[in-house]
């Protein structure tokens, strides 16, 4: 089955310090989406992306939080200046389309952590 | 108000039991979503079933849903140690980017 991919799957950074956490989504897919997961807590929603533009955003993604798809492959989401709340599991995915029966497809995740 | 509510947060059986986990939710959906986490893993999907379905079958998973209730569960059959996770619900509701909403999640320990 075709994976949705991420890089790193460990990241340490300083607190201050400007992270881009890097996905492969599969490669027939149109939406996009990165939400996290704090230790011991629920998956959360960031944002989604569509058509390279954000279509949905949580209260969680505030300016700090950046998404791009710089080409027709990658999907990044860059933190500015972390926090050490930012600490957490990121997850990526990707589905086909919008239509009611689409499962979401996830990455195996980045574990950042905030120093 | 939150959505996708399991319970119960932890359970525990022995293998060859049936694990049950509920999940409640509050506004109408389109789908509801079974996904498993072995620890410090990816999500994995294990079933989606539609708003107008009330069960659902995938080998030693059967899914239910009552919308009036506004509730699902997961029941897995003749349960295996490597069965040992945590499972979430997520429930897929009306928004422009159909993104899904994730419960708190139960973590299922089988014992061999």
């Known amino acids: 089955e075709p994976e949705v991919t991420q890089t790193p799957s460990h990241q340490v950074t300083q607190m201050g310090q400007e992270v881009i956490l890097r996905c492969v989504p599969i490669?027939?897919?149109?939406?996009f989406y990165w939400y996290r997961q704090i230790l011991g807590q629920k998956v959360e929603f960031l944002v989604s992306?569509?058509?390279?533009?954000?279509?949905?955003k949580s209260e969680i993604f505030d300016d700090q939080f950046s998404v791009e798809r710089p080409d027709g492959s990658n999907f990044t989401l860059k933190i500015r200046s972390t926090k050490l709340e930012d600490s957490a599991m990121y997850f990526c995915?990707?589905?086909?389309?919008?239509?009611?029966?689409?499962?979401?497809?996830f990455g195996s995740g980045t574990q950042l952590s905030v120093l | 108000s939150q959505q996708g509510e399991e319970d119960p947060q932890a359970l525990s059986i022995q293998e060859g039991e049936n694990a049950t986990m509920n999940c409640s939710y509050k506004?109408?959906?389109?789908?509801l979503q079974w996904y498993r986490q072995n620890s410090g893993r990816g999500l994995v999907h294990l079933i989606l079933?539609?708003?107008?379905?009330r069960e659902k079958h995938s080998g030693r998973l059967r899914v239910t849903l009552d919308t009036s209730k506004k509730s699902s569960s997961l029941l897995i059959t003749a349960s295996r140690a490597a069965d040992t996770a945590s499972y979430f619900c997520?429930?897929?509701?009306?928004?422009?980017?159909?993104?899904?909403?994730f419960g708190s999640g139960t973590q299922l320990t089988v014992l061999p």
């Open positions: 997520a429930t897929d509701h009306s928004g422009s980017a159909r993104q899904l909403t």
């Open positions: 506004t109408s959906i389109n789908n």
């Open positions: 992306f569509y058509n390279n533009e954000i279509s949905e």
């Open positions: 079933i539609r708003s107008n379905e």
């Open positions: 490669s027939n897919h149109l939406y």
């Open positions: 995915a990707s589905r086909t389309y919008r239509g009611p029966n689409e499962k979401l497809f």
